[in-house]
T-cell receptor, first 112, second 112 residues
Framework: IAGITQAPTSQILAAGRRMTLRCTQD?????MYWYRQDLGLGLRLIHY???????GKGEVPDGYSVSRANTDDFPLTLASAVPSQTSVYFC???????????FGQGTRLTVV | KQEVTQIPAALSVPEGENLVLNCSFT??????LQWFRQDPGKGLTSLLL?????REQTSGRLNASLDKSSGRSTLYIAASQPGDSATYLC???????????FGKGTHLIIQP
């Protein structure tokens, strides 16, 4: 069982470039999330989706966009990357918002 | 705004000891609380999920308790082993746009 797959595992990106982080889950979970993890700040919610076709903003949504065209995929796009977006990004899913959440292995992004 | 605090931030103990990690949260209106383990450079692994109506959950050597009214949870690790060394994260789910709100974690080292 793969669970949640994130790609790429790591990336170095020039500032100003566009980048999409991919997230796919095979558990048929309704809810999906994107978090970023930064030293000293912990994990913070960027965007979420409670079901396919709907998305919402979390705590730190600026500079990021998401889409949820189907149940399995939840890509995160940085339209024009900036150095402050250097972070480790985690995708997560749960059957419903109030049930156990499962996380992917993360994408380490460095914007230079 | 929900805030989650974990104490201590770091802990180093000899192998075999029983230990307690603490988590507190400011808003008691939560659906559940989840404990995770994170190994260096890895994703988050779910350890235990406690629903708001529950008082505790057990899995092997791990026991988590929840006192929702006082905004506290503890993770008890019995007979600690070097393989338990990791960062332990506590997170609460309040619903809506909040997703999971995380503490900053307890970095645990078990000395052989």
């Amino acid at each position: 069982i793969a669970g949640i797959t994130q790609a790429p595992t790591s990336q170095i990106l020039a500032a100003g470039r566009r980048m999409t982080l991919r997230c796919t889950q095979d558990m048929r979970h309704n809810a999906m999330y994107w978090y970023r993890q930064d030293l000293g700040l912990g994990l913070r919610l960027i965007h979420y989706s409670n079901t396919a076709g709907t998305t919402g903003k979390g705590e730190v949504p600026d500079g990021y966009s998401v889409s949820r065209a189907n149940t399995d995929d939840f890509p995160l796009t940085l339209a024009s990357a900036v150095p402050s977006q250097t972070s480790v990004y985690f995708c997560a899913s749960s059957e419903q918002g109030s049930t156990e959440a499962f996380f992917g292995q993360g994408t380490r992004l460095t914007v230079v | 705004k929900q805030e989650v605090t974990q104490i201590p931030a770091a802990l180093s103990v000899p192998e075999g000891e029983n230990l307690v990690l603490n988590c507190s949260f400011t808003d008691s209106a939560i659906y559940n609380l989840q404990w995770f383990r994170q190994d260096p450079g890895k994703g988050l692994t779910s350890l235990l999920l406690i629903q708001s109506s529950q008082r505790e959950q057990t899995s092997g050597r791990l026991n988590a308790s929840l006192d929702k009214s006082s905004g506290r949870s503890t993770l008890y690790i019995a007979a600690s082993q070097p393989g338990d060394s990791a960062t332990y994260l506590c997170a609460v789910f309040r619903g809506g746009a909040d997703g999971l709100t995380f503490g900053k974690g307890t970095h645990l080292i078990i000395q052989p």
